[in-house]
């Protein structure tokens, strides 16, 4: 038996190569739990080759018929998951003093990704006190013996990563019922592999384009991973174009560290970026859709004196002001230029550097993208790769994503949430991505998505919006996951894709600065009305704000938070360790967020302090719909006065008042004036440009 134990175990480690982390955590002597997450049919095995023999193992009464060959040389018990009285026979293996080893999602998984704890591993934590070891299996979700065929490349000898978290312990609360404990128990257990799972994934000093490379090598050189209107190209395609480009920007760019990026979403702006970090160039994503002056200011703000940009571009987009404004400060290259003068041999060598697969010469790297507020000039917002790739995997840890999915993303890069979830992420998942030029185009969109059977689709309430009122009601019938940012998700939005598609759309929250997802609706832990969750490894604080009665201000610290600021005519300031968000948010006892407004989105009307936020969704509720935006304005008498734009010619005032009454608010949320305009300006982000809207009425009062 011995030597059959050690045959079997040679044999394991030769063909998964395992790599140990953490091992020394493990304090078996006494009774412990053991919790690790079940990718493939081979965990357990594996699992009992390594761990000490003072274990039991907890197997399925089905799978351990079938895999009696290797439970004979482990301490097991067999237990029937419909059979309540099981839990009792575990109780008694801990009570004499051995260690359990339990999967607690009960079944491997098939999304990739965790699935549901179930409350046996929480109620035995609470009964005995025991410590619980999460334990996070890494590698064997591709190999043969996962479920996931189809859905990940399948590998003979996929590398396995075996890494033992920190220990915890669940205690029981007499004065609460134990079903509210067991479910909170299992909550926390499936926050806390998250959390594991993310720190077993990240990775430090990271440069993006190195992450392309190794996804190629897992998810295979001809894996299809980016299309846009007239091209796709596979990920042998990408690089092979990226190293090309690269080595053109060795001669010119030659002794640049920033460079100006103006590019619709495309291939050719992912073969840019990619080119870049792998050169060391840190691209600067500039926002077409802002004027002439503000373009200036951003190039000023990061040192920029040389742009990039496409001639087909700049003449469907109709652009050519832009680039005969930038001319003037910097120098413009097209790419189309670059292109035509690479030569056989450069082609020859950038095959050569994609066989030999040579990596960035840079290593770590960053990029820069610039927020769009009321500040007189536009700060550059400094994101490293590190910061980008944690957020990635951030998302990844709460959401199951394959390569069987097909991401659409019509959010422009120069939009965080447009770069890091809708183009970084693909690439780096390995998961296929549609990449389209403008989130405006609500009925081709719409039609897209159905063509090209899209699973995945980020927007904001605003787009998604759009896309709702223009699609026919089967165009989103493959969408399995829509995901909202950017801006609060309107009640009526909600309300439409579920009633017209069947389809529920998770909200999220961030910022720029948090490269920039925060918090998350998630299948497994969804809250309509909230922006979810924090993701694993973010840490937070409310600060009381005064005239502020409940929730606070958020600030935050995580992997993910940016290195600092750019500020015009300053320089590069660092990070603080902890961000201030600027939004006023609640936080329930379960941990879902609640974003109240920001904090400069407040009216001080007679020394109160007025949500204009809440005065919208007010009006929303009132008349319907959502095409109204509240601004403060300054008032002589009162400090400041709220007005109400709007599209809609029926909405009055005296109706609101009426509405207010009856649902008992104050009359300090009522406006002062309402505006009838045609169409409410938006940011590129498809926010409301509420500076704009405040210029507006700034015009309309000098004017009277």
């Known amino acids: 038996m011995a030597l059959m134990y050690h045959l079997v175990k040679w044999i394991l480690v030769l063909w998964f190569r395992p790599r140990f982390r953490g091992l020394d955590k493990l304090d078996v002597s006494r009774p412990c739990i053991i919790i690790p997450n079940h990718v493939s049919l081979l965990d357990a095995v594996l699992l009992a080759f390594v761990l000490p023999s003072r274990t039991t193992f907890v197997a399925n009464t089905e799978i351990a018929k079938r895999f009696s060959f290797f439970l004979r040389f482990r301490k097991h018990v067999t237990v029937d998951p419909l059979n309540p009285y099981s839990i009792r026979h575990m109780l008694r293996v801990l009570k004499n003093g051995e260690s359990l080893v339990i999967f607690p999602e009960g079944r491997i998984t098939t999304t990739g990704g965790l699935m549901k704890i179930y409350s046996g591993v929480g109620y035995l934590a609470m009964r005995t006190g025991a410590p619980v070891y999460p334990v996070i299996i890494q590698g064997l979700e591709r190999s043969v013996f996962s479920y996931l065929k189809g859905k990940v490349r399948i590998a003979w000898f996929p590398k396995v990563t075996i890494t033992v978290g920190t220990p915890f312990t669940l205690h029981k609360n007499e004065h609460e019922s134990m079903r509210e404990q067991k479910a909170a128990a ?15 994934r990240m ?27 007239t091209t796709s190209v596979s990920y042998r395609t990408l690089l092979v174009a990226s190293y090309l480009l690269g080595d053109k920007w060795k001669t010119l760019l030659a002794g640049k560290q920033s460079v100006g990026v103006l590019l619709p979403n495309s291939v050719g702006h992912l073969v840019t970026l990619l080119s870049l970090f792998r050169v060391g160039i840190t691209p600067a994503i500039l926002n077409f859709s802002l004027g002439i002056r503000s373009l200036v200011d951003c190039c000023e703000t990061a040192g920029i004196d040389t742009v990039l940009t496409s001639r087909v571009f700049i003449e469907k987009g109709k652009l050519e002001h832009l680039i005969q404004g930038l001319s003037e400060r910097v120098a413009i290259i097209y790419l189309e230029d670059v292109k035509a003068s690479a030569t056989t041999g ?28 009321s500040e007189s000039k536009p700060k550059g917002v400094v994101l490293t790769h590190t910061n980008v790739y944690a957020n990635i995997k951030q998302v990844t840890s709460v959401i199951d994503i394959t390569a069987r999915d097909k991401i659409f993303n019509a959010l422009p890069m120069f939009h965080s949430f447009g770069l890091t979830a809708g183009t970084l992420l693909p ?109 694993p490894g973010i840490q937070s604080r409310l600060e009381p704000v005064e005239g502020i009665a409940r929730g606070g201000h958020l600030l935050v610290k995580g992997p993910n938070v940016m290195k600092g600021y750019l500020i015009h005519g300053k320089g590069f300031v660092p990070a603080d360790e902890w961000y201030p968000t600027g939004d006023l948010v609640e936080q329930d006892a379960d941990g879902f967020l609640t974003i109240q407004s920001r904090l400069k989105r407040f009216a001080k009307i007679a020394g109160e302090m007025v949500s204009l936020n809440l005065v919208e969704e007010l009006a929303a509720q009132c008349f319907g719909h959502s095409e109204l935006a509240a601004i403060a304005v300054s008032d002589p008498r009162r400090g400041e006065k709220i007005v109400l734009y709007t599209t809609d010619e029926s909405v009055r005032t005296d109706r609101l008042r009426a509405y207010l009454a009856e649902k008992q608010f104050s009359p300090l949320l009522l406006p002062s004036a309402v505006h009838v305009i045609k169409q409410l300006p938006l940011l590129g982000s498809g926010k409301t440009d509420y500076v704009a809207l405040k210029q507006l009425a700034e015009q309309g009062r000098n004017a009277s």
Request: glycine share 8%; hydrophobic share 40%; aromatic share 12%.
């Open 427 to 535: 690439v780096v998942a390995g998961v296929p991505v549609f990449l389209y030029p403008s989130p405006l185009h609500y009925k081709v969109i719409s039609e897209l998505c159905y063509d090209q059977n899209a699973t995945i689709l980020f927007g904001t309430s605003t787009f998604l919006a759009g896309y709702g009122k223009a699609a026919h009601p089967y165009n989103f019938y493959s969408l399995r996951y829509v995901f909202a940012g950017a801006e609060k998700l309107k009640p009526d939005v909600r309300q439409l894709w579920m009633e017209k598609f069947g389809v529920r759309i998770f909200e999220g929250y961030g910022a720029t600065e948090t490269s920039p997802i925060l918090s998350l609706n998630t299948p497994l832990a969804n809250r309509p009305g909230t922006v979810g969750r924090l993701l």
């Open 203 to 229: 990775k430090q000093d990271i440069n993006l384009f190195d992450e392309a490379l190794e996804a190629s090598r897992i998810h295979g050189a001809r894996q299809v991973i980016a299309k846009d209107l």
């Open 186 to 200: 299992s909550d926390f257990i499936l926050r806390t592999l998250q959390t594991e799972l993310f720190q077993a």
């Open 346 to 373: 450069n082609k020859l060598t950038a095959l050569y550097r994609y066989l030999t697969r040579q990596r960035s010469q840079a290593g770590a790297n960053e990029l820069i993208l610039f927020t769009s507020g």
